[in-house]
């Protein structure tokens, strides 16, 4: 009869399997500190489907509840008839109107800094990642150009582009952006954990 003992450490990502007679995996197991309490015995020789035994020999079983499958629906189409492209449209997200964008965020109250910010420009930076965070959740644009941001902003601040591309730089050697080269020129995108604050 031959067994296998199977010890996991996820947190040291360390995986050991010892295999062979169930009498001898005991005992190297137990000569190495691989007891049946550090991981599970499983035997090989017979049924496949038994389940692997854990600590005092109980059986070892996965969380949860066991798959129904009758639960899962069921989808038929004919061969060739699906067509990926159905309803794409409107599924995609509003088209971007640069008038009304700009209008609705000079309605906006001014947005507040975070009492632990060290931003050499804080407030610069709440606007900035106030507009990314409309452009990319509310209108699908994964990225924008300063020139746009600067257009959008144009009503609430004095920023213009250059001031947008320098704070822009500022974010990105900080990790809060990415920067994107393309054929019109740099184009930022925002790192989803530094706009998380508005899609919450």
């Known amino acids: 009869m031959k ?10 990502e360390i995986t050991a399997v010892v295999e062979g007679p169930e ?3 005991k005992h190297f197991a137990g000569q190495i500190g691989l007891d049946v309490e550090s991981g599970w015995l499983m035997e090989l020789s017979g049924s496949r489907t038994s389940a692997p035994k854990g600590r005092n020999g109980e059986q070892y079983t996965l969380p949860g509840p066991t798959p129904d499958p009758s639960k899962i629906p069921s989808v038929i189409r004919e061969i060739g008839s699906f067509d990926p492209t159905d309803e ?6 509003p088209d971007l109107d640069k008038d009304e964008l700009r209008t609705f965020i000079s309605e906006m109250p001014e947005p507040q800094i975070p009492p632990d910010s060290i931003s050499m420009d804080p407030l610069t930076e709440e606007w900035l990642r106030l507009v990314m965070a409309i452009l990319v959740t509310e209108h699908g644009l994964s990225s924008t150009s300063p020139q ?3 257009d ?3 009503e609430r601040t004095t920023l213009d582009e250059i001031a947008i591309s320098l704070a822009l730089k500022r974010l990105w050697a900080s990790g809060k952006v990415d920067r994107i080269l393309t054929d019109t020129g740099d184009e930022y995108a925002p790192s989803p954990s530094w706009i998380q604050v508005y899609r919450d």
Do not use: C, E, G, M
């Open 23 to 25: 009498a001898w995996v």
């Open 3 to 12: 067994s296998r003992l199977v010890f996991r450490n996820d947190s040291y």
């Open 152 to 154: 959008l902003l144009s």
């Open 148 to 150: 746009s941001l600067a």
């Open 88 to 93: 794409l449209d409107s599924k995609a997200p």
